[in-house]
């Protein structure tokens, strides 16, 4: 008999504690400004950054940073989505190839590239291409790896399945193969655009000359703490919203079965 | 024209440095509308002679011909499976399940969507065919995997312990009622089971094995008027075949155990 689906908390109490929490951090910050008991250096009045943040919103540079930030974001992660997913699905046709190979692919996932950015801006240059190699380099290695773990790991049965009606090679890849490995192929997509999102905002902070991790760092280098925060603000309402919507996007169809 | 399923002095080796192959001289013929049963204790080679009756392993020696003619690779309009497990692919739907069968065989998606909507009306799961597999119960999805099978329309259906992985009272109805459908379809069925109560009271015919190697100790016919009743069950008949399959599986049994 089928198990009885374990019942998960409501979602109108996830939603209720989620903004409790924003309420206690805003709340905290805001006690803080009033009662003196951090410098506003390191944490400037909330009142100051939401008028900044709104300011920053009425601006155009604003909008084409915004723009520049989000299009290396999802230009580098569609490099890495690609080669990823290309290279985990040849390399998953041989074991031979796939022992050689798994374990340089977890070296390159846990590796902290960040240490390697300033190569990257040597062969590209300052602006938006080396962001985009920067976020396809990191966001590459887990979508290479689950792509390939998950090809190589299709259960038997499955393969037995197609074997018994005949499948050809291309529908046991396609309609097998692909399918049963999706739920890691899609993690490994979901991690990716997690990387992609962080290396091109810290690319931008380290060595760049737009976007809205360079003028986050531009405004922090200036002591305009407020405009820093509002950038990141919106940096993070963005990112958020972004990887919102790629979650949507590469969510597997079954997982609706484990809520 | 009326199809048969001929076994010719079969014998299968797992790798080419077995010394004992897994089953050896087996000679069977199933004609079509026959529903056969196969028993035998664990490791007899059951499963590896439905698999080669269904073209999915090599022969060392000796053949399986389909009306006459050799079957060297799976061919499900031939033969098709059901496997104890089903085997179903929780990621598609269950008409997508049922459909996969005969796209694999060459159908265009639009046919064979239609086809597996209809056969799933046939096995009583009209309702359920935009489920997934995990939203069904075990007897449910074993439907889906004999829908599956069905909608090939196959000459001879290869069941390996359909119900094996079912509880006692899903198992006992899901067959009864599942093999009422096949038998009124005038379906050929192999079907593979542990069980001699199964063995039993689905069978025209029941093939005996022994183990080391595998080979078929006995043929026994159940004469036995369909549709069978509970009563057979309950019969003075029926517990003597229990007990000859009994008396014939358990020696090597005991021999397997020591």
Redesign the interface.
């Known amino acids: 008999?089928?198990a009885a689906p374990a019942a998960g908390p409501r979602r109108s109490i996830v939603w209720g504690l989620r903004i409790l929490f924003l309420v206690v951090v805003f709340g905290g910050w805001a006690l803080a400004n009033a009662t003196g008991s951090i410098s506003p250096i390191i944490l400037p009045q909330l009142s100051a950054v939401l008028v900044q943040s709104v300011e920053l919103l009425g601006e155009a540079d604003v909008w084409i940073a915004l723009a520049i930030t989000a299009f290396e974001m999802i230009v580098g992660f569609g490099i890495a989505a690609v080669a990823g997913l290309l290279v985990g699905f040849v390399l998953s046709r041989k074991p031979l190839r796939s022992a050689i190979f798994e374990k340089l692919l977890a070296w390159g996932y846990i590796f902290p590239i960040s240490l390697v950015y300033p190569l990257f801006l040597i062969w590209a240059g300052v602006g938006l291409p080396s962001k985009i190699l920067f976020a396809a380099a990191s966001a590459f290695f887990p979508i290479a790896y689950n792509t390939m773990r998950g090809l190589s790991a299709v259960p038997a049965?499955?393969l037995?399945?197609?074997?018994?009606?005949?499948?050809?090679a291309q529908?046991t890849d396609w309609?097998?193969r692909a399918?049963?490995a999706?739920p890691m192929i899609l993690s490994g997509l979901r991690l990716g655009v997690s990387m992609a999102t962080v290396s091109v905002v810290l690319a931008e902070m380290l060595g760049a000359n737009a976007g809205l991790g360079f003028m986050a760092q531009q405004a922090s280098s200036q002591f305009q703490i407020p405009q820093a925060y509002a950038v990141i603000l919106i940096l993070v309402v963005m990112t958020s919203l972004l990887l919102w919507f790629m979650e949507t996007l590469l969510r597997?169809?079954?997982e609706r079965?484990k809520k | 024209m009326t199809s048969h399923l001929n076994v010719d002095n079969l014998e299968i080796r797992y790798g080419d440095t077995a010394v004992e192959p897994a089953i050896t001289g087996i000679n069977l013929e199933i004609m079509q509308g026959e529903f056969v049963t196969v028993i035998g204790p664990s490791g007899c080679g059951k499963s590896t002679l439905l698999h080669a009756m269904?073209g999915?392993l090599a022969p060392a020696s000796g053949g399986i011909y389909l009306d006459g003619t050799e079957l060297t690779?799976?061919?499900?309009r031939q033969a098709?499976?059901v496997?104890q497990?089903y085997?179903l692919?929780?990621?598609?739907k269950v008409v997508d399940n049922v459909a996969?069968?005969l796209?694999?065989?060459g159908e265009d998606k639009k046919t064979a969507l239609e086809k597996a909507a209809a056969e799933l009306a046939f096995v009583g799961l009209g309702d359920k065919a935009d489920k997934?597999p995990?939203?069904?119960?075990?007897g449910m999805q074993q439907r889906v995997a004999v829908a599956?099978a069905l909608a090939?329309k196959p000459k001879f259906l290869l069941m390996d312990e359909p119900f094996g992985a079912l509880?006692e009272q899903?198992r006992r109805s899901l067959g009864q009622e599942l093999t009422k459908i096949l038998h009124d379809a005038g379906q050929s069925v192999v079907l593979i089971t542990h069980s001699l109560e199964e063995a039993i009271f689905w069978a025209d015919r029941i093939i005996v094995m022994k183990a080391g190697p595998g080979e078929v100790s006995k043929e026994i016919i159940v004469d036995e008027p369909w549709p069978r009743s509970l009563e057979f069950m309950t019969s003075e008949r029926f517990e003597n075949l229990r007990a000859e399959l009994f008396h014939r599986i358990q020696p090597t049994t005991v021999s397997e155990a020591k």
């Not at chain 1, 037995?160 to 050809?168: D, T, W």
């Not at chain 2, 995990?134 to 075990?138: H, P, Q, R």
Request: aromatic content about 16%.
């Open positions: 008999m089928r049965r499955y037995k399945v197609g074997q018994a009606f005949g499948a050809s529908a309609h097998i399918g049963a999706r597997d169809p079954n079965l | 269904g999915m690779r799976p061919d499900p098709a499976f496997f497990d085997s692919f929780p990621w598609k996969m069968g796209r694999f065989a997934y995990g939203e069904l119960s075990g599956r090939l509880d899903t």
